[in-house]
């Protein structure tokens, strides 16, 4: 492997861990360098307002599938690649395990299974001489849907979702984290935890990956 990392934080609605990115990013600041998905690069935001339209609920899974990868292209292609080869470690709010998540197994679209692991053998093989780790944010999705109520804030149509669907979205991720795959190197954080404790362990796993 060479040197750099990806970085990437995941988790459902309210785990926190947007907050727990920013606050890593912060800590280490100077050591790391943040950025999203979907996003992170101007052609990738376009996308993104895309993906995050209020009528693109009413779209087909196909459609938001392509959209996902599209975005993901350009954010690897122009972001994290030429960050990796300055041998940076990159920290990412949100990446692939998002897609499994919330469209594979959040939107039941077992059709899309084989495709999800046909496109990430294809779009992820420019980060092969990287390593990739995932950090996890798992909460209860009950927890999280009531944190997401209490902040305010416009929300998006995956808040919208009923409590089933983030039920899934919950088992998605531990399902892609502990996949059969040794690239999927992976910590899973109990989010149900305050914020400052799941920012601690945090912030020790990505030290422990930049060591």
């Known amino acids: 492997m060479h040197k ?3 970085v990437v934080f995941d988790g459902g609605e309210g785990s926190g861990k947007s907050t727990v990115c920013a606050s890593v990013a912060s800590l280490l600041n100077g050591c790391v360098v943040r950025t999203r998905e979907p996003g992170g690069t101007a052609y990738a935001e376009r996308i993104r307002e895309l993906i995050l339209d209020p009528t693109a609920g ?19 292609q122009q972001l ?19 897609t499994w998540a919330y469209q594979i197994r959040g939107q039941e679209q077992n059709q899309l299974v084989q495709l ?17 780790h995932y950090i996890i944010c798992d909460v209860d999705p009950r927890i999280g849907l009531a944190r997401v109520q209490n902040r305010g804030g416009a929300a998006t149509h995956f808040d ?37 404790m799941v920012r ?5 796993c990505v030290r422990d990956v930049m060591r």
Not at 58 to 76: C, D, N, V, Y
Not at 116 to 132: C, D, G, Q, S, T
Not at 162 to 174: D, Q
Request: proline residues 5%; glycine residues 4%; negative net charge.
């Open 4 to 6: 750099g990392a990806l």
């Open 58 to 76: 009413k779209q087909s899974p196909e459609t938001m599938f392509g959209l996902f990868w599209a975005a993901r292209a350009a954010h690897i």
């Open 80 to 98: 994290l690649v030429p960050k990796l080869e300055e041998g940076k470690v990159v920290v990412c709010d949100r990446f692939d395990s998002s």
């Open 116 to 132: 999800f692991w046909v496109m990430r053998e294809h779009y992820l093989k420019p980060l092969k001489n990287w390593a990739i």
């Open 160 to 196: 919208a979702r009923e409590l089933e669907f983030h039920e899934r979205v919950r088992a998605g991720f531990l399902e892609f984290a502990h996949w059969n795959d040794p690239e999927i190197a992976h910590t899973i954080i109990n989010a149900n935890h305050p914020a400052e």
């Open 200 to 204: 601690d362990t945090a912030t020790e």
